[in-house]
């Protein structure tokens, strides 16, 4: 059978579906991790298909397959994908049985209920970067609430009940925007929710700024923009480890996602209008994400404001609306989901151990974890963008389009960049080579006998760094095959925002 | 002729006097009975306007209200008597284990 | 000499009716040889005459529209899925019954199962009435048995007073409603249906007396489906009645009522739409907002899906308000998805009964999920189809709606409609973080009932599959809406 | 004919004060007595508008079994506990309300001449035979009269079952 007789993109999305299901029959712990990661890894190997067969000398969908659905309502099962979204299904199968290998552990209770959580949300996850109906894009787009909702709720730390709601609210405002905007542009665009047909239409300027700012608010809440930031670090400190990894990894990229594939293209009249206030928006969350990392002394908070900065480089670097911009926006998109997830994976693995994030608790893993060290090492240089790993080829790119539009921006990124390496290296620091005198925490005793039970990683944990440090290198010196995979449809972009009627805007 | 005016007049005064019993008396019993000031009301209405109009379906119409309004009698009393039983009131302000 | 009007055709057409009414009375006279601790059969044979009051149906609605009975009666496809709707929702009721009323201790347990079908027959008539006297006679045929049934735990005062208040402030909103009939008939010089609209396009739509008329009718309505400020009775009759009626009125009597009013508008008073448009917009607004935003400080969880309930009226209206096929359609959708989700959240409440006093407080679902994963999932699941989030049926109903509502340009009202459903995902996802986020305080003994069960069961079957692939009913339901 | 207008001028007044003495009398029992008056009045209406059936069926069935069965109930139970009730001023602003809408809307209604317009007849028409109303409640109205039939039955079942106790 040759790969275009076969449904890829169904089976990828819904195979983790099938296997909640199928957990549902289980009762014994061991085997339901064993089905969960055996799932998400089949997924995975599905999966590499649509990147390797992926054809990068065009922009059009690729993998398409339509069925009627809701004829009543004009609504399709259209699934495809283009350069963009097809890395982002390929790095939600990636970060999918690493969340399972992460909370192998971690995860003691409600075993089945939480592996069907994140069985369900991969499956919402991959849905909304395949789907081509805006219908059931919505449809994938909510279904990803119920489960991160519990996934929180049921499983965090401490205030995880009032994380769980302030995410759910504030993603739920953001949707039923969505869910407006949605509606508006199936009458605006000729009665289809096709999304190829909606992007071919030319809406006015007054209904493209109303629709845009609408998708604007939903999506900044996702990604988190500044001023809709809020709710992240409340959700990321209070999610077990494999909700923050979902969390930064894939469902901070649906809000970049989404910018890209309907704001831009549809609206290019708006996007161009409102392009210079959104960069300085992006500016804004660089320098505030990076400055309250630096006054953070929990990890994981210091890492989740660090995601809002590194998230402003992406808006950013896409409302530039030049090649080498969008380009690096989103390559930082998949770079921002290899690291930070990984820094993530690297919080959770300490934090099993020593059961504190309070970076003043550490100093010692230099000498008593040191393969954990090197692996923290590697991911904080790739965050704070070192020549070699990933995110220096993202953030130079950016750096280059920013050039292009207006050398300010330059000197904001940099000084960002500068702040960037600040927070990282005092993580590091504090993490790996502070004093070793510091106070074994209450009840453990002295402090040697503390740290005997503290054991550097196992080979499970090595394997999920090890895959991560992978992609930071490669990424970092050929990013080639990345770039080429999403060249063609970044082209085609830029090209669709440039149709921008520009008078109408200069009338303004 | 009596002008078709006066009974649908004299119909909507006994209504509003009707809809002010039901609203303002809080004797259940008398609450009923202002009920069926209401529904002889619109019997007037039907009635009239089936003479006026020279049809017959009003006054049709009103021998049914009639039947659903001995029905309506015969349930609301028989609900009457079961809350009496329980509780010796038809104040309907003591109506208030369910708040609201 | 006048001649019989009608013919066999005429009686094959009501043949469900016949077949639920005479049920009726016959179980009366079954019950008299059942013995006490058996009158479970009595609700098994009433299922089973409904069953076959379905089957009747069936066949008939696969023929045309056809009005029968001297232009009294219509039977189409419209009121075959409000009929369909109404017998899931009867059948529902009577299996949450069963094993309820027998542990509440209460007396007449035959009678009750006749009652539910007289009730049933009453709805019926409504859903299928071509004549305003027809539609009247269902609604009172639905609702007097209703009263009864609601008082039908005599023993408990709250009950008792449910009963009471229900039974005036439903009368008072039949006589409002019978004024407005007056009047337009006044106006008119027929209660037909069609008669009506021919009527009022004769005459014109500028008289005060059809204004007025239509003012009350609509009011009388707004009662029957309980929307704002016309709601008072639903709170105190669903906190009051037996769990299981207050799903059936939840359910069949908002559906029959939704039925009878999408028919008044639509088929009668379409000419004068400008009048009663106004209206309702003042209603469903006012619906949506009060009970969404009332709901919120409940503490009593019969009471707080009554509120919710008077949000879910507010919703349907928009259907009514965009005055298209489309339109009805999403409420006949609407009503549809609807019946199974309250009716699985009556189910979980009647499955906490038996823990002495536990059930109707929502602090009682505190940690439910700890160790009754089951009942948690379906509660979960209803939680959120109620709330209207996707993929469940509940976002699909609601979707259509705005969908109807916004092809007639009415943006405007879509945007509120859609921000109110924001506030009542609140109190929603309240009972869920209760169920998974909290430890429970005590041991829960569920009340162990297959009838319960396979209601649950099929209420979460029917909200998943109308959520992921609603287009076969939606199909239906815009046919049915054509041809009205 | 001027007797006409001087008996509906009687009717109505007579009506209208015993209509107002229903819902202002203190006693239910008398209460009940003005709403028997009431509705003598309102069958005698009915006979000025050429429908002696109605005005029968209006007596025989209002009069003769609701009233009684009011008073039943007023006298099944404690009379003089009921007695001391009176207004209660809870909802009293909102009833004035209702009742003043009510009452403007009424008022345009018959003020604007809308009502007279929709008159069809020019002299008094002649009384609708009683055995044309039963003809016609038997073919054209044959449904509705089943359905009426099933609900005094559910109706009946519904008083029993709820006024009665069983005995074991």
Known sequence: MSPENINFLTIVTFLPLLGAIVLLFFKDVRKIRWIALAVTVADFVISIPVLTSFDITTHHMQFVEKYTWIPTLNINYYMGVDGISALMVFLTTLIGWVCVLVSWKAIEVKVKEFMISILVMQMAMIGVFCALDFVLFYLFWEAMLIPMYLIIGVWGGKRRIYSAVKFFLYTLAGSILLLIGIIAIYYAGGKTFEIPLLMEQHYSFTFQAYCFVAFFIAFAIKVPMFPFHTWLPDAHVDAPTAGSIILAGILLKMGTYGLIRFSMPMFPDATIYFATPIIILSIVAILYGAFLALAQTDMKKLIAYSSVSHMGFVTLGLFLLNKHGIEGGVLQMFNHGITTSALFACVGIIYERTHTRDLRQYGWAAKHVPIYAVFLFIFSMASLGFPGTNGFIGEIKILFGAYDVHYAYVIFLIIGIVFGAAYVLKMYENVAFGSNLKPAPEGSGTFEDYMSHIKDINPREFLILGVFTVFVVWIGLKPTLFLDIMGASVDHLITQVNAADLTSIAAR | MIPLTWFVALSAILFIIGISGVLLRRNLIVMLMSLELILNSVNINFVAFSYYLEDMTGQLFAIFTITIAACEVAVALGILIALVKNRRTFNADDLDTLKG | ?484 | MIVEYILFIIFAVVAIVSAGCVVTLRNPVHCAVALIITLLQIAALFLLLRSPFLAVVQVFIYVGAVMVLFLFAVFLIDVKKAAMDMFKPKYRALAYIVALILLVESLFVIFSGGIQELTRITEAGAEVKVEVIGRTLFTSYIFPFEIVSVVLLAAMVGAIVMARDKKE
């Open chain 3, 1 to 484: 000499m006048q001649e019989l009007v009608f013919s066999i055709a005429d009686v094959t057409a009501v043949v469900p009716e016949i077949i639920v009414g005479v049920s009726a009375c016959l179980l009366l006279m079954v019950d008299l040889f059942v013995k006490e601790e058996r009158k479970e059969i009595v609700g098994w044979l009433a299922i089973l005459a409904i069953i076959f009051a379905g089957v009747g149906t069936v066949c008939l609605a696969s023929v045309e529209a056809r009005t029968v009975m001297a232009g009294m009666y219509v039977v189409d496809l419209y009121s075959a899925l409000f009929k369909m709707t109404l017998y899931i929702g009867a059948i529902f009721t009577i299996l949450l019954s069963l094993n309820y009323m027998k542990s509440e201790g209460v007396e007449y347990r035959g009678e009750y199962y006749a009652l539910i079908l007289f009730a049933l027959t009453g709805m019926m008539c409504i859903s299928s009435g071509a004549d305003l006297l027809t539609i009247y006679l269902g609604i009172e045929l639905m609702a007097l048995p209703i009263y009864v049934l609601v008082g039908y735990i005599k023993k408990s005062p709250t009950s008792n007073e449910a009963a009471m208040k229900y039974v005036i402030l439903g009368a008072f909103s039949s006589g409002i409603l019978l004024y407005g009939v007056s009047l337009i008939y006044g106006y008119t010089g027929t209660t037909n249906l069609a008669g009506i609209a021919a009527g009022i396009t004769a005459s014109g739509t500028d008289s005060p007396v059809l204004t007025f008329g239509v003012l009350l009718l609509t009011v009388g309505l707004c009662f029957k489906v309980a929307g704002f400020p016309f709601h008072m009775w639903a709170p105190d009759a669903y906190e009051g009645a037996p769990t299981s009626i207050t799903a059936f009125m939840a359910v069949g009597a908002k559906a029959a009522a939704f039925a009878g009013a999408v028919r008044i508008f639509m088929a009668a008073l379409e000419p004068a739409f400008a009048d009663w448009q106004a209206i309702l917009i003042i209603v469903a607004v006012g619906s949506m907002f009060y009970g969404n935003i009332t709901a919120i400080t409940q503490t009593n969880i019969k009471r707080m899906l009554a509120y919710s309930s008077i949000g879910h009226a507010g919703y349907a209206l928009l259907g009514l308000i965009a005055g298209t096929a489309d339109g009805a359609a999403s409420i006949i959708f609407y009503m549809f998805v609807y019946t199974f989700m309250n009716l699985g959240a009556f189910g979980v409440i009647i499955l906490l009964r038996k823990c002495t006093g536990k059930g109707d407080m929502i602090d009682d679902y505190r940690g439910l999920a700890k160790n009754n994963r089951l009942v948690a999932v379906v509660m979960l699941i209803i939680m959120f189809s109620l709330a209207g989030i996707p993929p469940t049926a509940g976002f699909m109903g609601k979707f259509y709606i705005f969908m109807a509502l916004i092809d007639q340009g009415m943006i405007t009202l879509a945007v509120v409609s859609i921000v109110s459903t924001a506030i009542a995902a609140f109190f929603y996802i309240r009972i869920v973080l209760l169920m998974y986020m909290k430890e429970p305080e005590g041991e829960f003994d569920l009340v162990k009932s297959y009838s319960v069960y396979y209601v649950l069961a099929i209420c979460i079957m029917a909200v998943i599959v109308l959520g992921v692939y609603p287009g076969a009913f939606m199909h239906l339901a815009k046919a049915a809406a054509i041809i009205m």
